[in-house]
């Protein structure tokens, strides 16, 4: 690992931090970034560590027209004893390398990545908050740089990592969301990308978002592009549900992202012996168990906000989940994977990434 | 329209310019651009010609995770007596605000628009190529650029025109291409992007177009993401086909782009009095057609190219159209088009909008 080399440029100031018990999530970015260009016939080159500083293009550069980004999101934390530490980092560099394969864009090192951002993390120690719930959201993302347009894929990318401290996603205790089923708008179908983690797949979500919030609802939940009718994602998070003693997750069909969440979620519940299922759902499924009374919990799953319980469905007509309460399950699994990411409790799966 | 105001910022220095009878597209781009700001609760502000110039945003820009960014194409023609015509351009401001709307992005003033453009032509005019085949590319495209990781639309964006001088897109006449019938990856599908002229879509393309150059075709025909049945359009561009003396083009379904050739290409067959449809249709269709003898031209319509006509397909077996040339109505259809672009030809229609 130590046979990289990252140049070090180190910012001679250093901002103002803002109150770690107020944070707005993705607004107050650290001091320092990662940078790595990439040139075709030569590879990746110049791994270094700058001061935050904007990104400077061409007007013509690619990414504007064509899109050609792909990204990843997951967090350090503070432990009581100082410790910081990063949850399966190493998946989110492969996911970035699959999800650039599919965009035609170069794979990276993925050890020289985890290294980069290693080493940025301890130039930023300072950033890492140390408040209960609080963490260094870090931003790892490749764009592409060339200027040309065209549609074919750039020949020059950047690779860089951003880092922002984040507040507790729930404030007041972990709080169960509205969702509205989503009958117009597709996120992602077979063949397309809804696999990778690219900008083009956040932009078209946010009709359907804003449709759903003019009703009131948080989110949606996205059904298949293909025939509207199988549960893939709410919001940007992978979705569970657990029906009659049985926890069912749609499976990995090419068009749901691959959360590391999600897998977290299933090893920990294979590991605590509850039954867990990926498979095809449909909504007709979810609202049939609900009439039946065997409709137990329903609830995302993504690095931001680890569990989000849902606690009301719509489509054509209302649909409580548990109440509109926080089932314990929900309750459990987010203080089982919350405490093993802080450092409060034991990792009995080595998830933990000592920087 | 002459109540725009619009700063003027002249450059000190000009470019060389590239040598007419030699232009690559996309690469070489006029001294200056046009620039206008958005910032939410104050609208569109700030409507500029500058010299051209890096586009600088910070690292968190929406741009670059989100992708909320939408584009034109259209271009503009030296005549014999140096007028410069440009085609439709109203058009391509409405479908520029029609892609910003299905993307939560502000609308913009297409009149301010069109004038801001007129005025920045007017200051390259001897970047307007004047050779047989050659125009000046416009670009107008709409990027989001708040720092702020979130994924709700942007509180502040950048509408920019760019322009580059591009030359005659078939060197040796026009060239039939060899298309590959794609049924593994899917552009669009109802209730996604696809009728919007966003990156997402190009990014999304560009690994089907790797495969298929693979194989020696130089694009791939769509099909329909629901059913993988019905035909959408080829690489970047509409497509007709001419079966029994009919001419066919998939219908506006709400994921195919409504181009504006495809728009006067209807309405010129309209004028001629060829029957032409607007309708679902299947590849099954087009290699059923085939086997009777009935299909008789395919080919390809937008902006870059005019007309690109269809000479072979692949799907399951290889089919040539037309034996591999370039049909007659293809022909006249491009030397149609082409002329009233150009001002060679008379402009029944009154598409031709004088700078
Ligand atoms: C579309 C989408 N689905 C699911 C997830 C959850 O993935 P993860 O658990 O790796 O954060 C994310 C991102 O966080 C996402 O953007
Ligand atoms: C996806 C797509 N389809 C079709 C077209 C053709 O549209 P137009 O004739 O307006 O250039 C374009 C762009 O040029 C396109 O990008």
Chains 1, 2 share one sequence.
Not at 125 to 132: C, F
Not at 258 to 270: E, P, W, Y
Not at 342 to 347: A, R
Request: net charge negative; hydrophobic share 35%.
């Amino acid at each position: 690992m130590n046979d990289y080399q990252i140049e070090m440029n180190l910012s001679q100031s250093r901002k103002q931090k803002p109150a770690f018990d107020n944070l707005q999530f993705g607004r107050n970015f650290t001091d320092h970034m990662f940078i790595m260009d990439y040139t075709e016939g030569k590879g990746w080159h110049d791994p270094r560590i700058v001061p935050y500083q904007p990104i400077t293009l061409d007007p013509s550069a690619t990414i504007f027209h064509y899109g050609q980004t792909v990204f990843e999101g997951l967090k350090a934390y503070q432990t009581k004893d100082e410790q910081i530490l990063l949850f399966r980092p190493n998946k989110n560099m492969e996911r970035l390398n699959r999800s650039s394969a599919r965009l035609c864009m170069p794979q990276i090192d993925e050890e020289l990545a985890l290294y980069g951002l290693k080493q940025l993390i301890n130039v930023e120690r300072d950033w890492v908050p140390n408040l209960e719930g609080t963490s260094l959201y870090i931003r790892p993302f490749i764009i592409s740089t060339e200027a040309h347009l065209g549609v074919s894929p750039s020949l020059t990318y950047q690779f860089i990592i951003i880092l922002c401290p984040v507040g507790a996603y729930y404030k007041e205790g972990i709080n169960p969301v509205k969702i509205a089923v989503e009958t117009e708008y597709v996120r992602a179908v077979r063949g397309g990308t809804g696999n990778a983690k690219t900008a083009g797949n956040y932009a078209s979500s946010l009709k359907a978002q804003e449709v759903a919030g003019k009703s009131g609802y948080s989110q949606v939940l996205w059904l298949d592009g293909k025939e509207n009718k199988y549960i893939e994602e709410v919001g940007s998070m992978n979705v569970f549900f657990k029906i009659d003693g049985e926890v069912i997750t749609p499976e990995l069909n090419g068009s749901i992202l691959d959360g590391i969440t999600r897998d977290s979620i299933i090893l920990l519940l294979k590991h605590w012996n509850i039954p867990v299922k990926e498979r095809k759902i449909s909504i007709e499924e979810i609202y049939q168990a609900s009439k039946e009374g065997k409709l137990e919990e329903a609830f995302g799953t993504g690095t931001a906000a680890v569990i989000s319980p849902i606690g009301e469905l719509f489509w054509k007509e209302k649909l409580l989940v548990n109440n509109g309460e926080t089932g314990s399950l929900s309750k459990k699994l987010y203080e089982t994977l919350t405490g093993i990411q802080n450092g409060s409790l034991v990792d009995p799966f080595g998830w933990r990434v000592l920087v």
